[in-house]
């Protein structure tokens, strides 16, 4: 899947491309594959979609504003996509709420980038919260005065980015990126400046570089809590080069032993907050057994954009062929696949009612290529059969899943034989053979951790 990223890496001396005497790689090399395997819009398109940008973050400008003139000791740094309603009707965080619990919610302020909203801080379990969105204008001010009293970085060995751009047929400004990175940088350094964290928290680091790399640079401690698929096939968390250690986090919280990085030098055992929850709580969802009756098997299956309508064909043609098994589409919140352009037959449906989590326990098997619920799914006792498609299945996850749990199919026949001659296994066993990917006893786990570093 990366191997591309890595054979620049290896032909090109791209360590040496540098702007304001710093390397500008760890944050330009992860822009390649995305350019690489997905469709990429048109300009017309990009301009419609900055205006819609800007109009949304203007509507959620003021959410929770009070909270901006407060002292805090740590800052996070999530999004909405991270929250979930659990039994107490609060929505939660699974990645940074119960961490906010205890460190104390009156030392931590929690900005969160809507998608495309937030929700109403009454149903928040942690009041002290703000949106990305207020941010986001101030960067992009800066941005503009920056261009218009034409400041902009001077960039050493910019032809090896032309030569990039050209042998592996990509179309990516290096100059705009490298500007946009710098600018937000040097505004997100100006608001650690003022007010003066001792911690940020963020879950997802390499999609907040700039300010990782602010952060670091103001002798801030810096934390990313894992939130999805990492270790050494992902090129967020790992790299041949020697890349500069200021663009990654301080410490990483991981779900298990096998998710390791060699950017970021200390790792800590976590676990997961919200499938340590499932499991004790089991969700039951009398309408989707009813709907099982009817079958003699059920699967879940979970998409990526990467490869959603290669995905959802795949079903669709083994649905065909196998009329005594229920398919069940589980989107993610924020998904927006339209489903009615496909000719779904009466065996698949799309399940919106509840999320993954609370669906999978509920369904026989877990299908996927490469997302995160592969690894998530054994760990609430489902095992999986994985979709090869275009190889990524097998290159993510076939040294991280035990066959004895996890089962692959490059052609939709492989499939249908898979399904067909699937034996369940007991939950706990499922759990007890995916230990080394999700670690149980999450909370025990994470109070250990705080105590030792903050």
């Not at 959802?312 to 098994?325: L, P, V």
């Not at 109070?447 to 903050?454: G, R």
Request: proline share 4%; charged share 20%.
């Amino acid at each position: 899947m990366f191997k591309f990223i890595n054979e620049i890496e290896t032909k090109y001396n791209v360590t040496s491309i540098k702007a304001c005497e710093e390397q500008v790689w760890p944050y330009i090399r992860l822009l390649i594959y995305p350019q690489k395997i997905i469709p990429q819009t048109s300009q017309k398109k990009k301009v419609f979609q900055h205006v819609k940008m800007a109009f949304l973050n203007l509507r959620n400008f003021f959410y929770g504003f009070k909270n901006w003139f407060g002292s805090y000791d740590v800052i996070v740094f999530s999004d909405f996509s991270e929250r979930i309603p659990l039994s107490d009707g609060m929505l939660w965080d699974k990645t940074t709420d119960y961490i906010i619990e205890q460190i104390g919610e009156k030392n931590v302020l929690s900005v969160e980038q809507p998608l495309p909203f937030h929700a109403s801080i009454k149903r928040l379990p942690h009041k002290n919260i703000v949106s990305y969105s207020a941010i986001w204008y101030f960067q992009y001010l800066f941005l503009l005065i920056k261009r218009v009293i034409r400041v902009k970085p001077v960039i050493e060995n910019s032809e090896l980015l032309t030569k990039i751009n050209h042998e592996y047929k990509l179309n990516i400004n290096f100059n705009k990126v490298i500007e946009n990175f710098n600018s937000n940088y040097l505004f997100l350094k100006y608001f650690f400046k003022l007010y003066k964290p001792s911690t940020i928290i963020v879950n997802c680091a390499y999609g907040k570089m700039a300010l990782i790399k602010a952060a670091n640079d103001c002798g801030i401690t810096t934390i990313e809590v894992q939130h999805g698929t990492i270790g050494v096939k992902h090129p967020a968390y790992y790299s041949s080069l020697l890349l500069e250690d200021k663009f990654y986090p301080n410490y990483l919280f991981t779900f298990g032993k096998h998710d390791v990085s060699n950017l970021i030098p200390k790792v800590k055992l976590a676990g997961s907050f919200y499938l340590d929850w499932i499991y004790k709580n089991k969700p039951f969802h009398q309408e989707l057994h009813n709907l099982k009756k009817n079958y003699d098997l059920s699967v879940g299956i979970t998409l990526q954009y990467t490869v959603e309508n290669e995905l959802i064909n795949f079903i669709i043609e083994a649905a065909t062929k196998c009329h005594s098994i229920l398919f069940v589409f589980i989107p993610r919140l924020r998904d927006k696949t339209d489903f009615t352009k496909y000719n779904i037959p009466k065996n698949v449906i799309v399940w919106t009612k509840n999320n993954f989590y609370e669906t999978i326990t509920n369904l026989d098997i877990h299908s996927t290529v490469y997302s995160t619920c592969a690894l998530e799914a054994p760990a609430l006792g489902v095992q999986n059969i994985l979709i090869n498609i275009k190889g990524m299945a097998k290159e993510l996850y076939s040294d991280r899943l035990k066959s004895s749990i996890t089962q692959y199919a490059d052609t939709v026949e492989e499939y249908i034989g898979a399904l067909k001659s699937f034996e369940k296994q007991e939950p706990e066993q499922v759990i007890t053979e995916n230990r080394h990917n999700i670690e149980p006893g999450y909370q025990i786990n994470v109070q250990k951790i705080l105590k030792e570093i903050l």
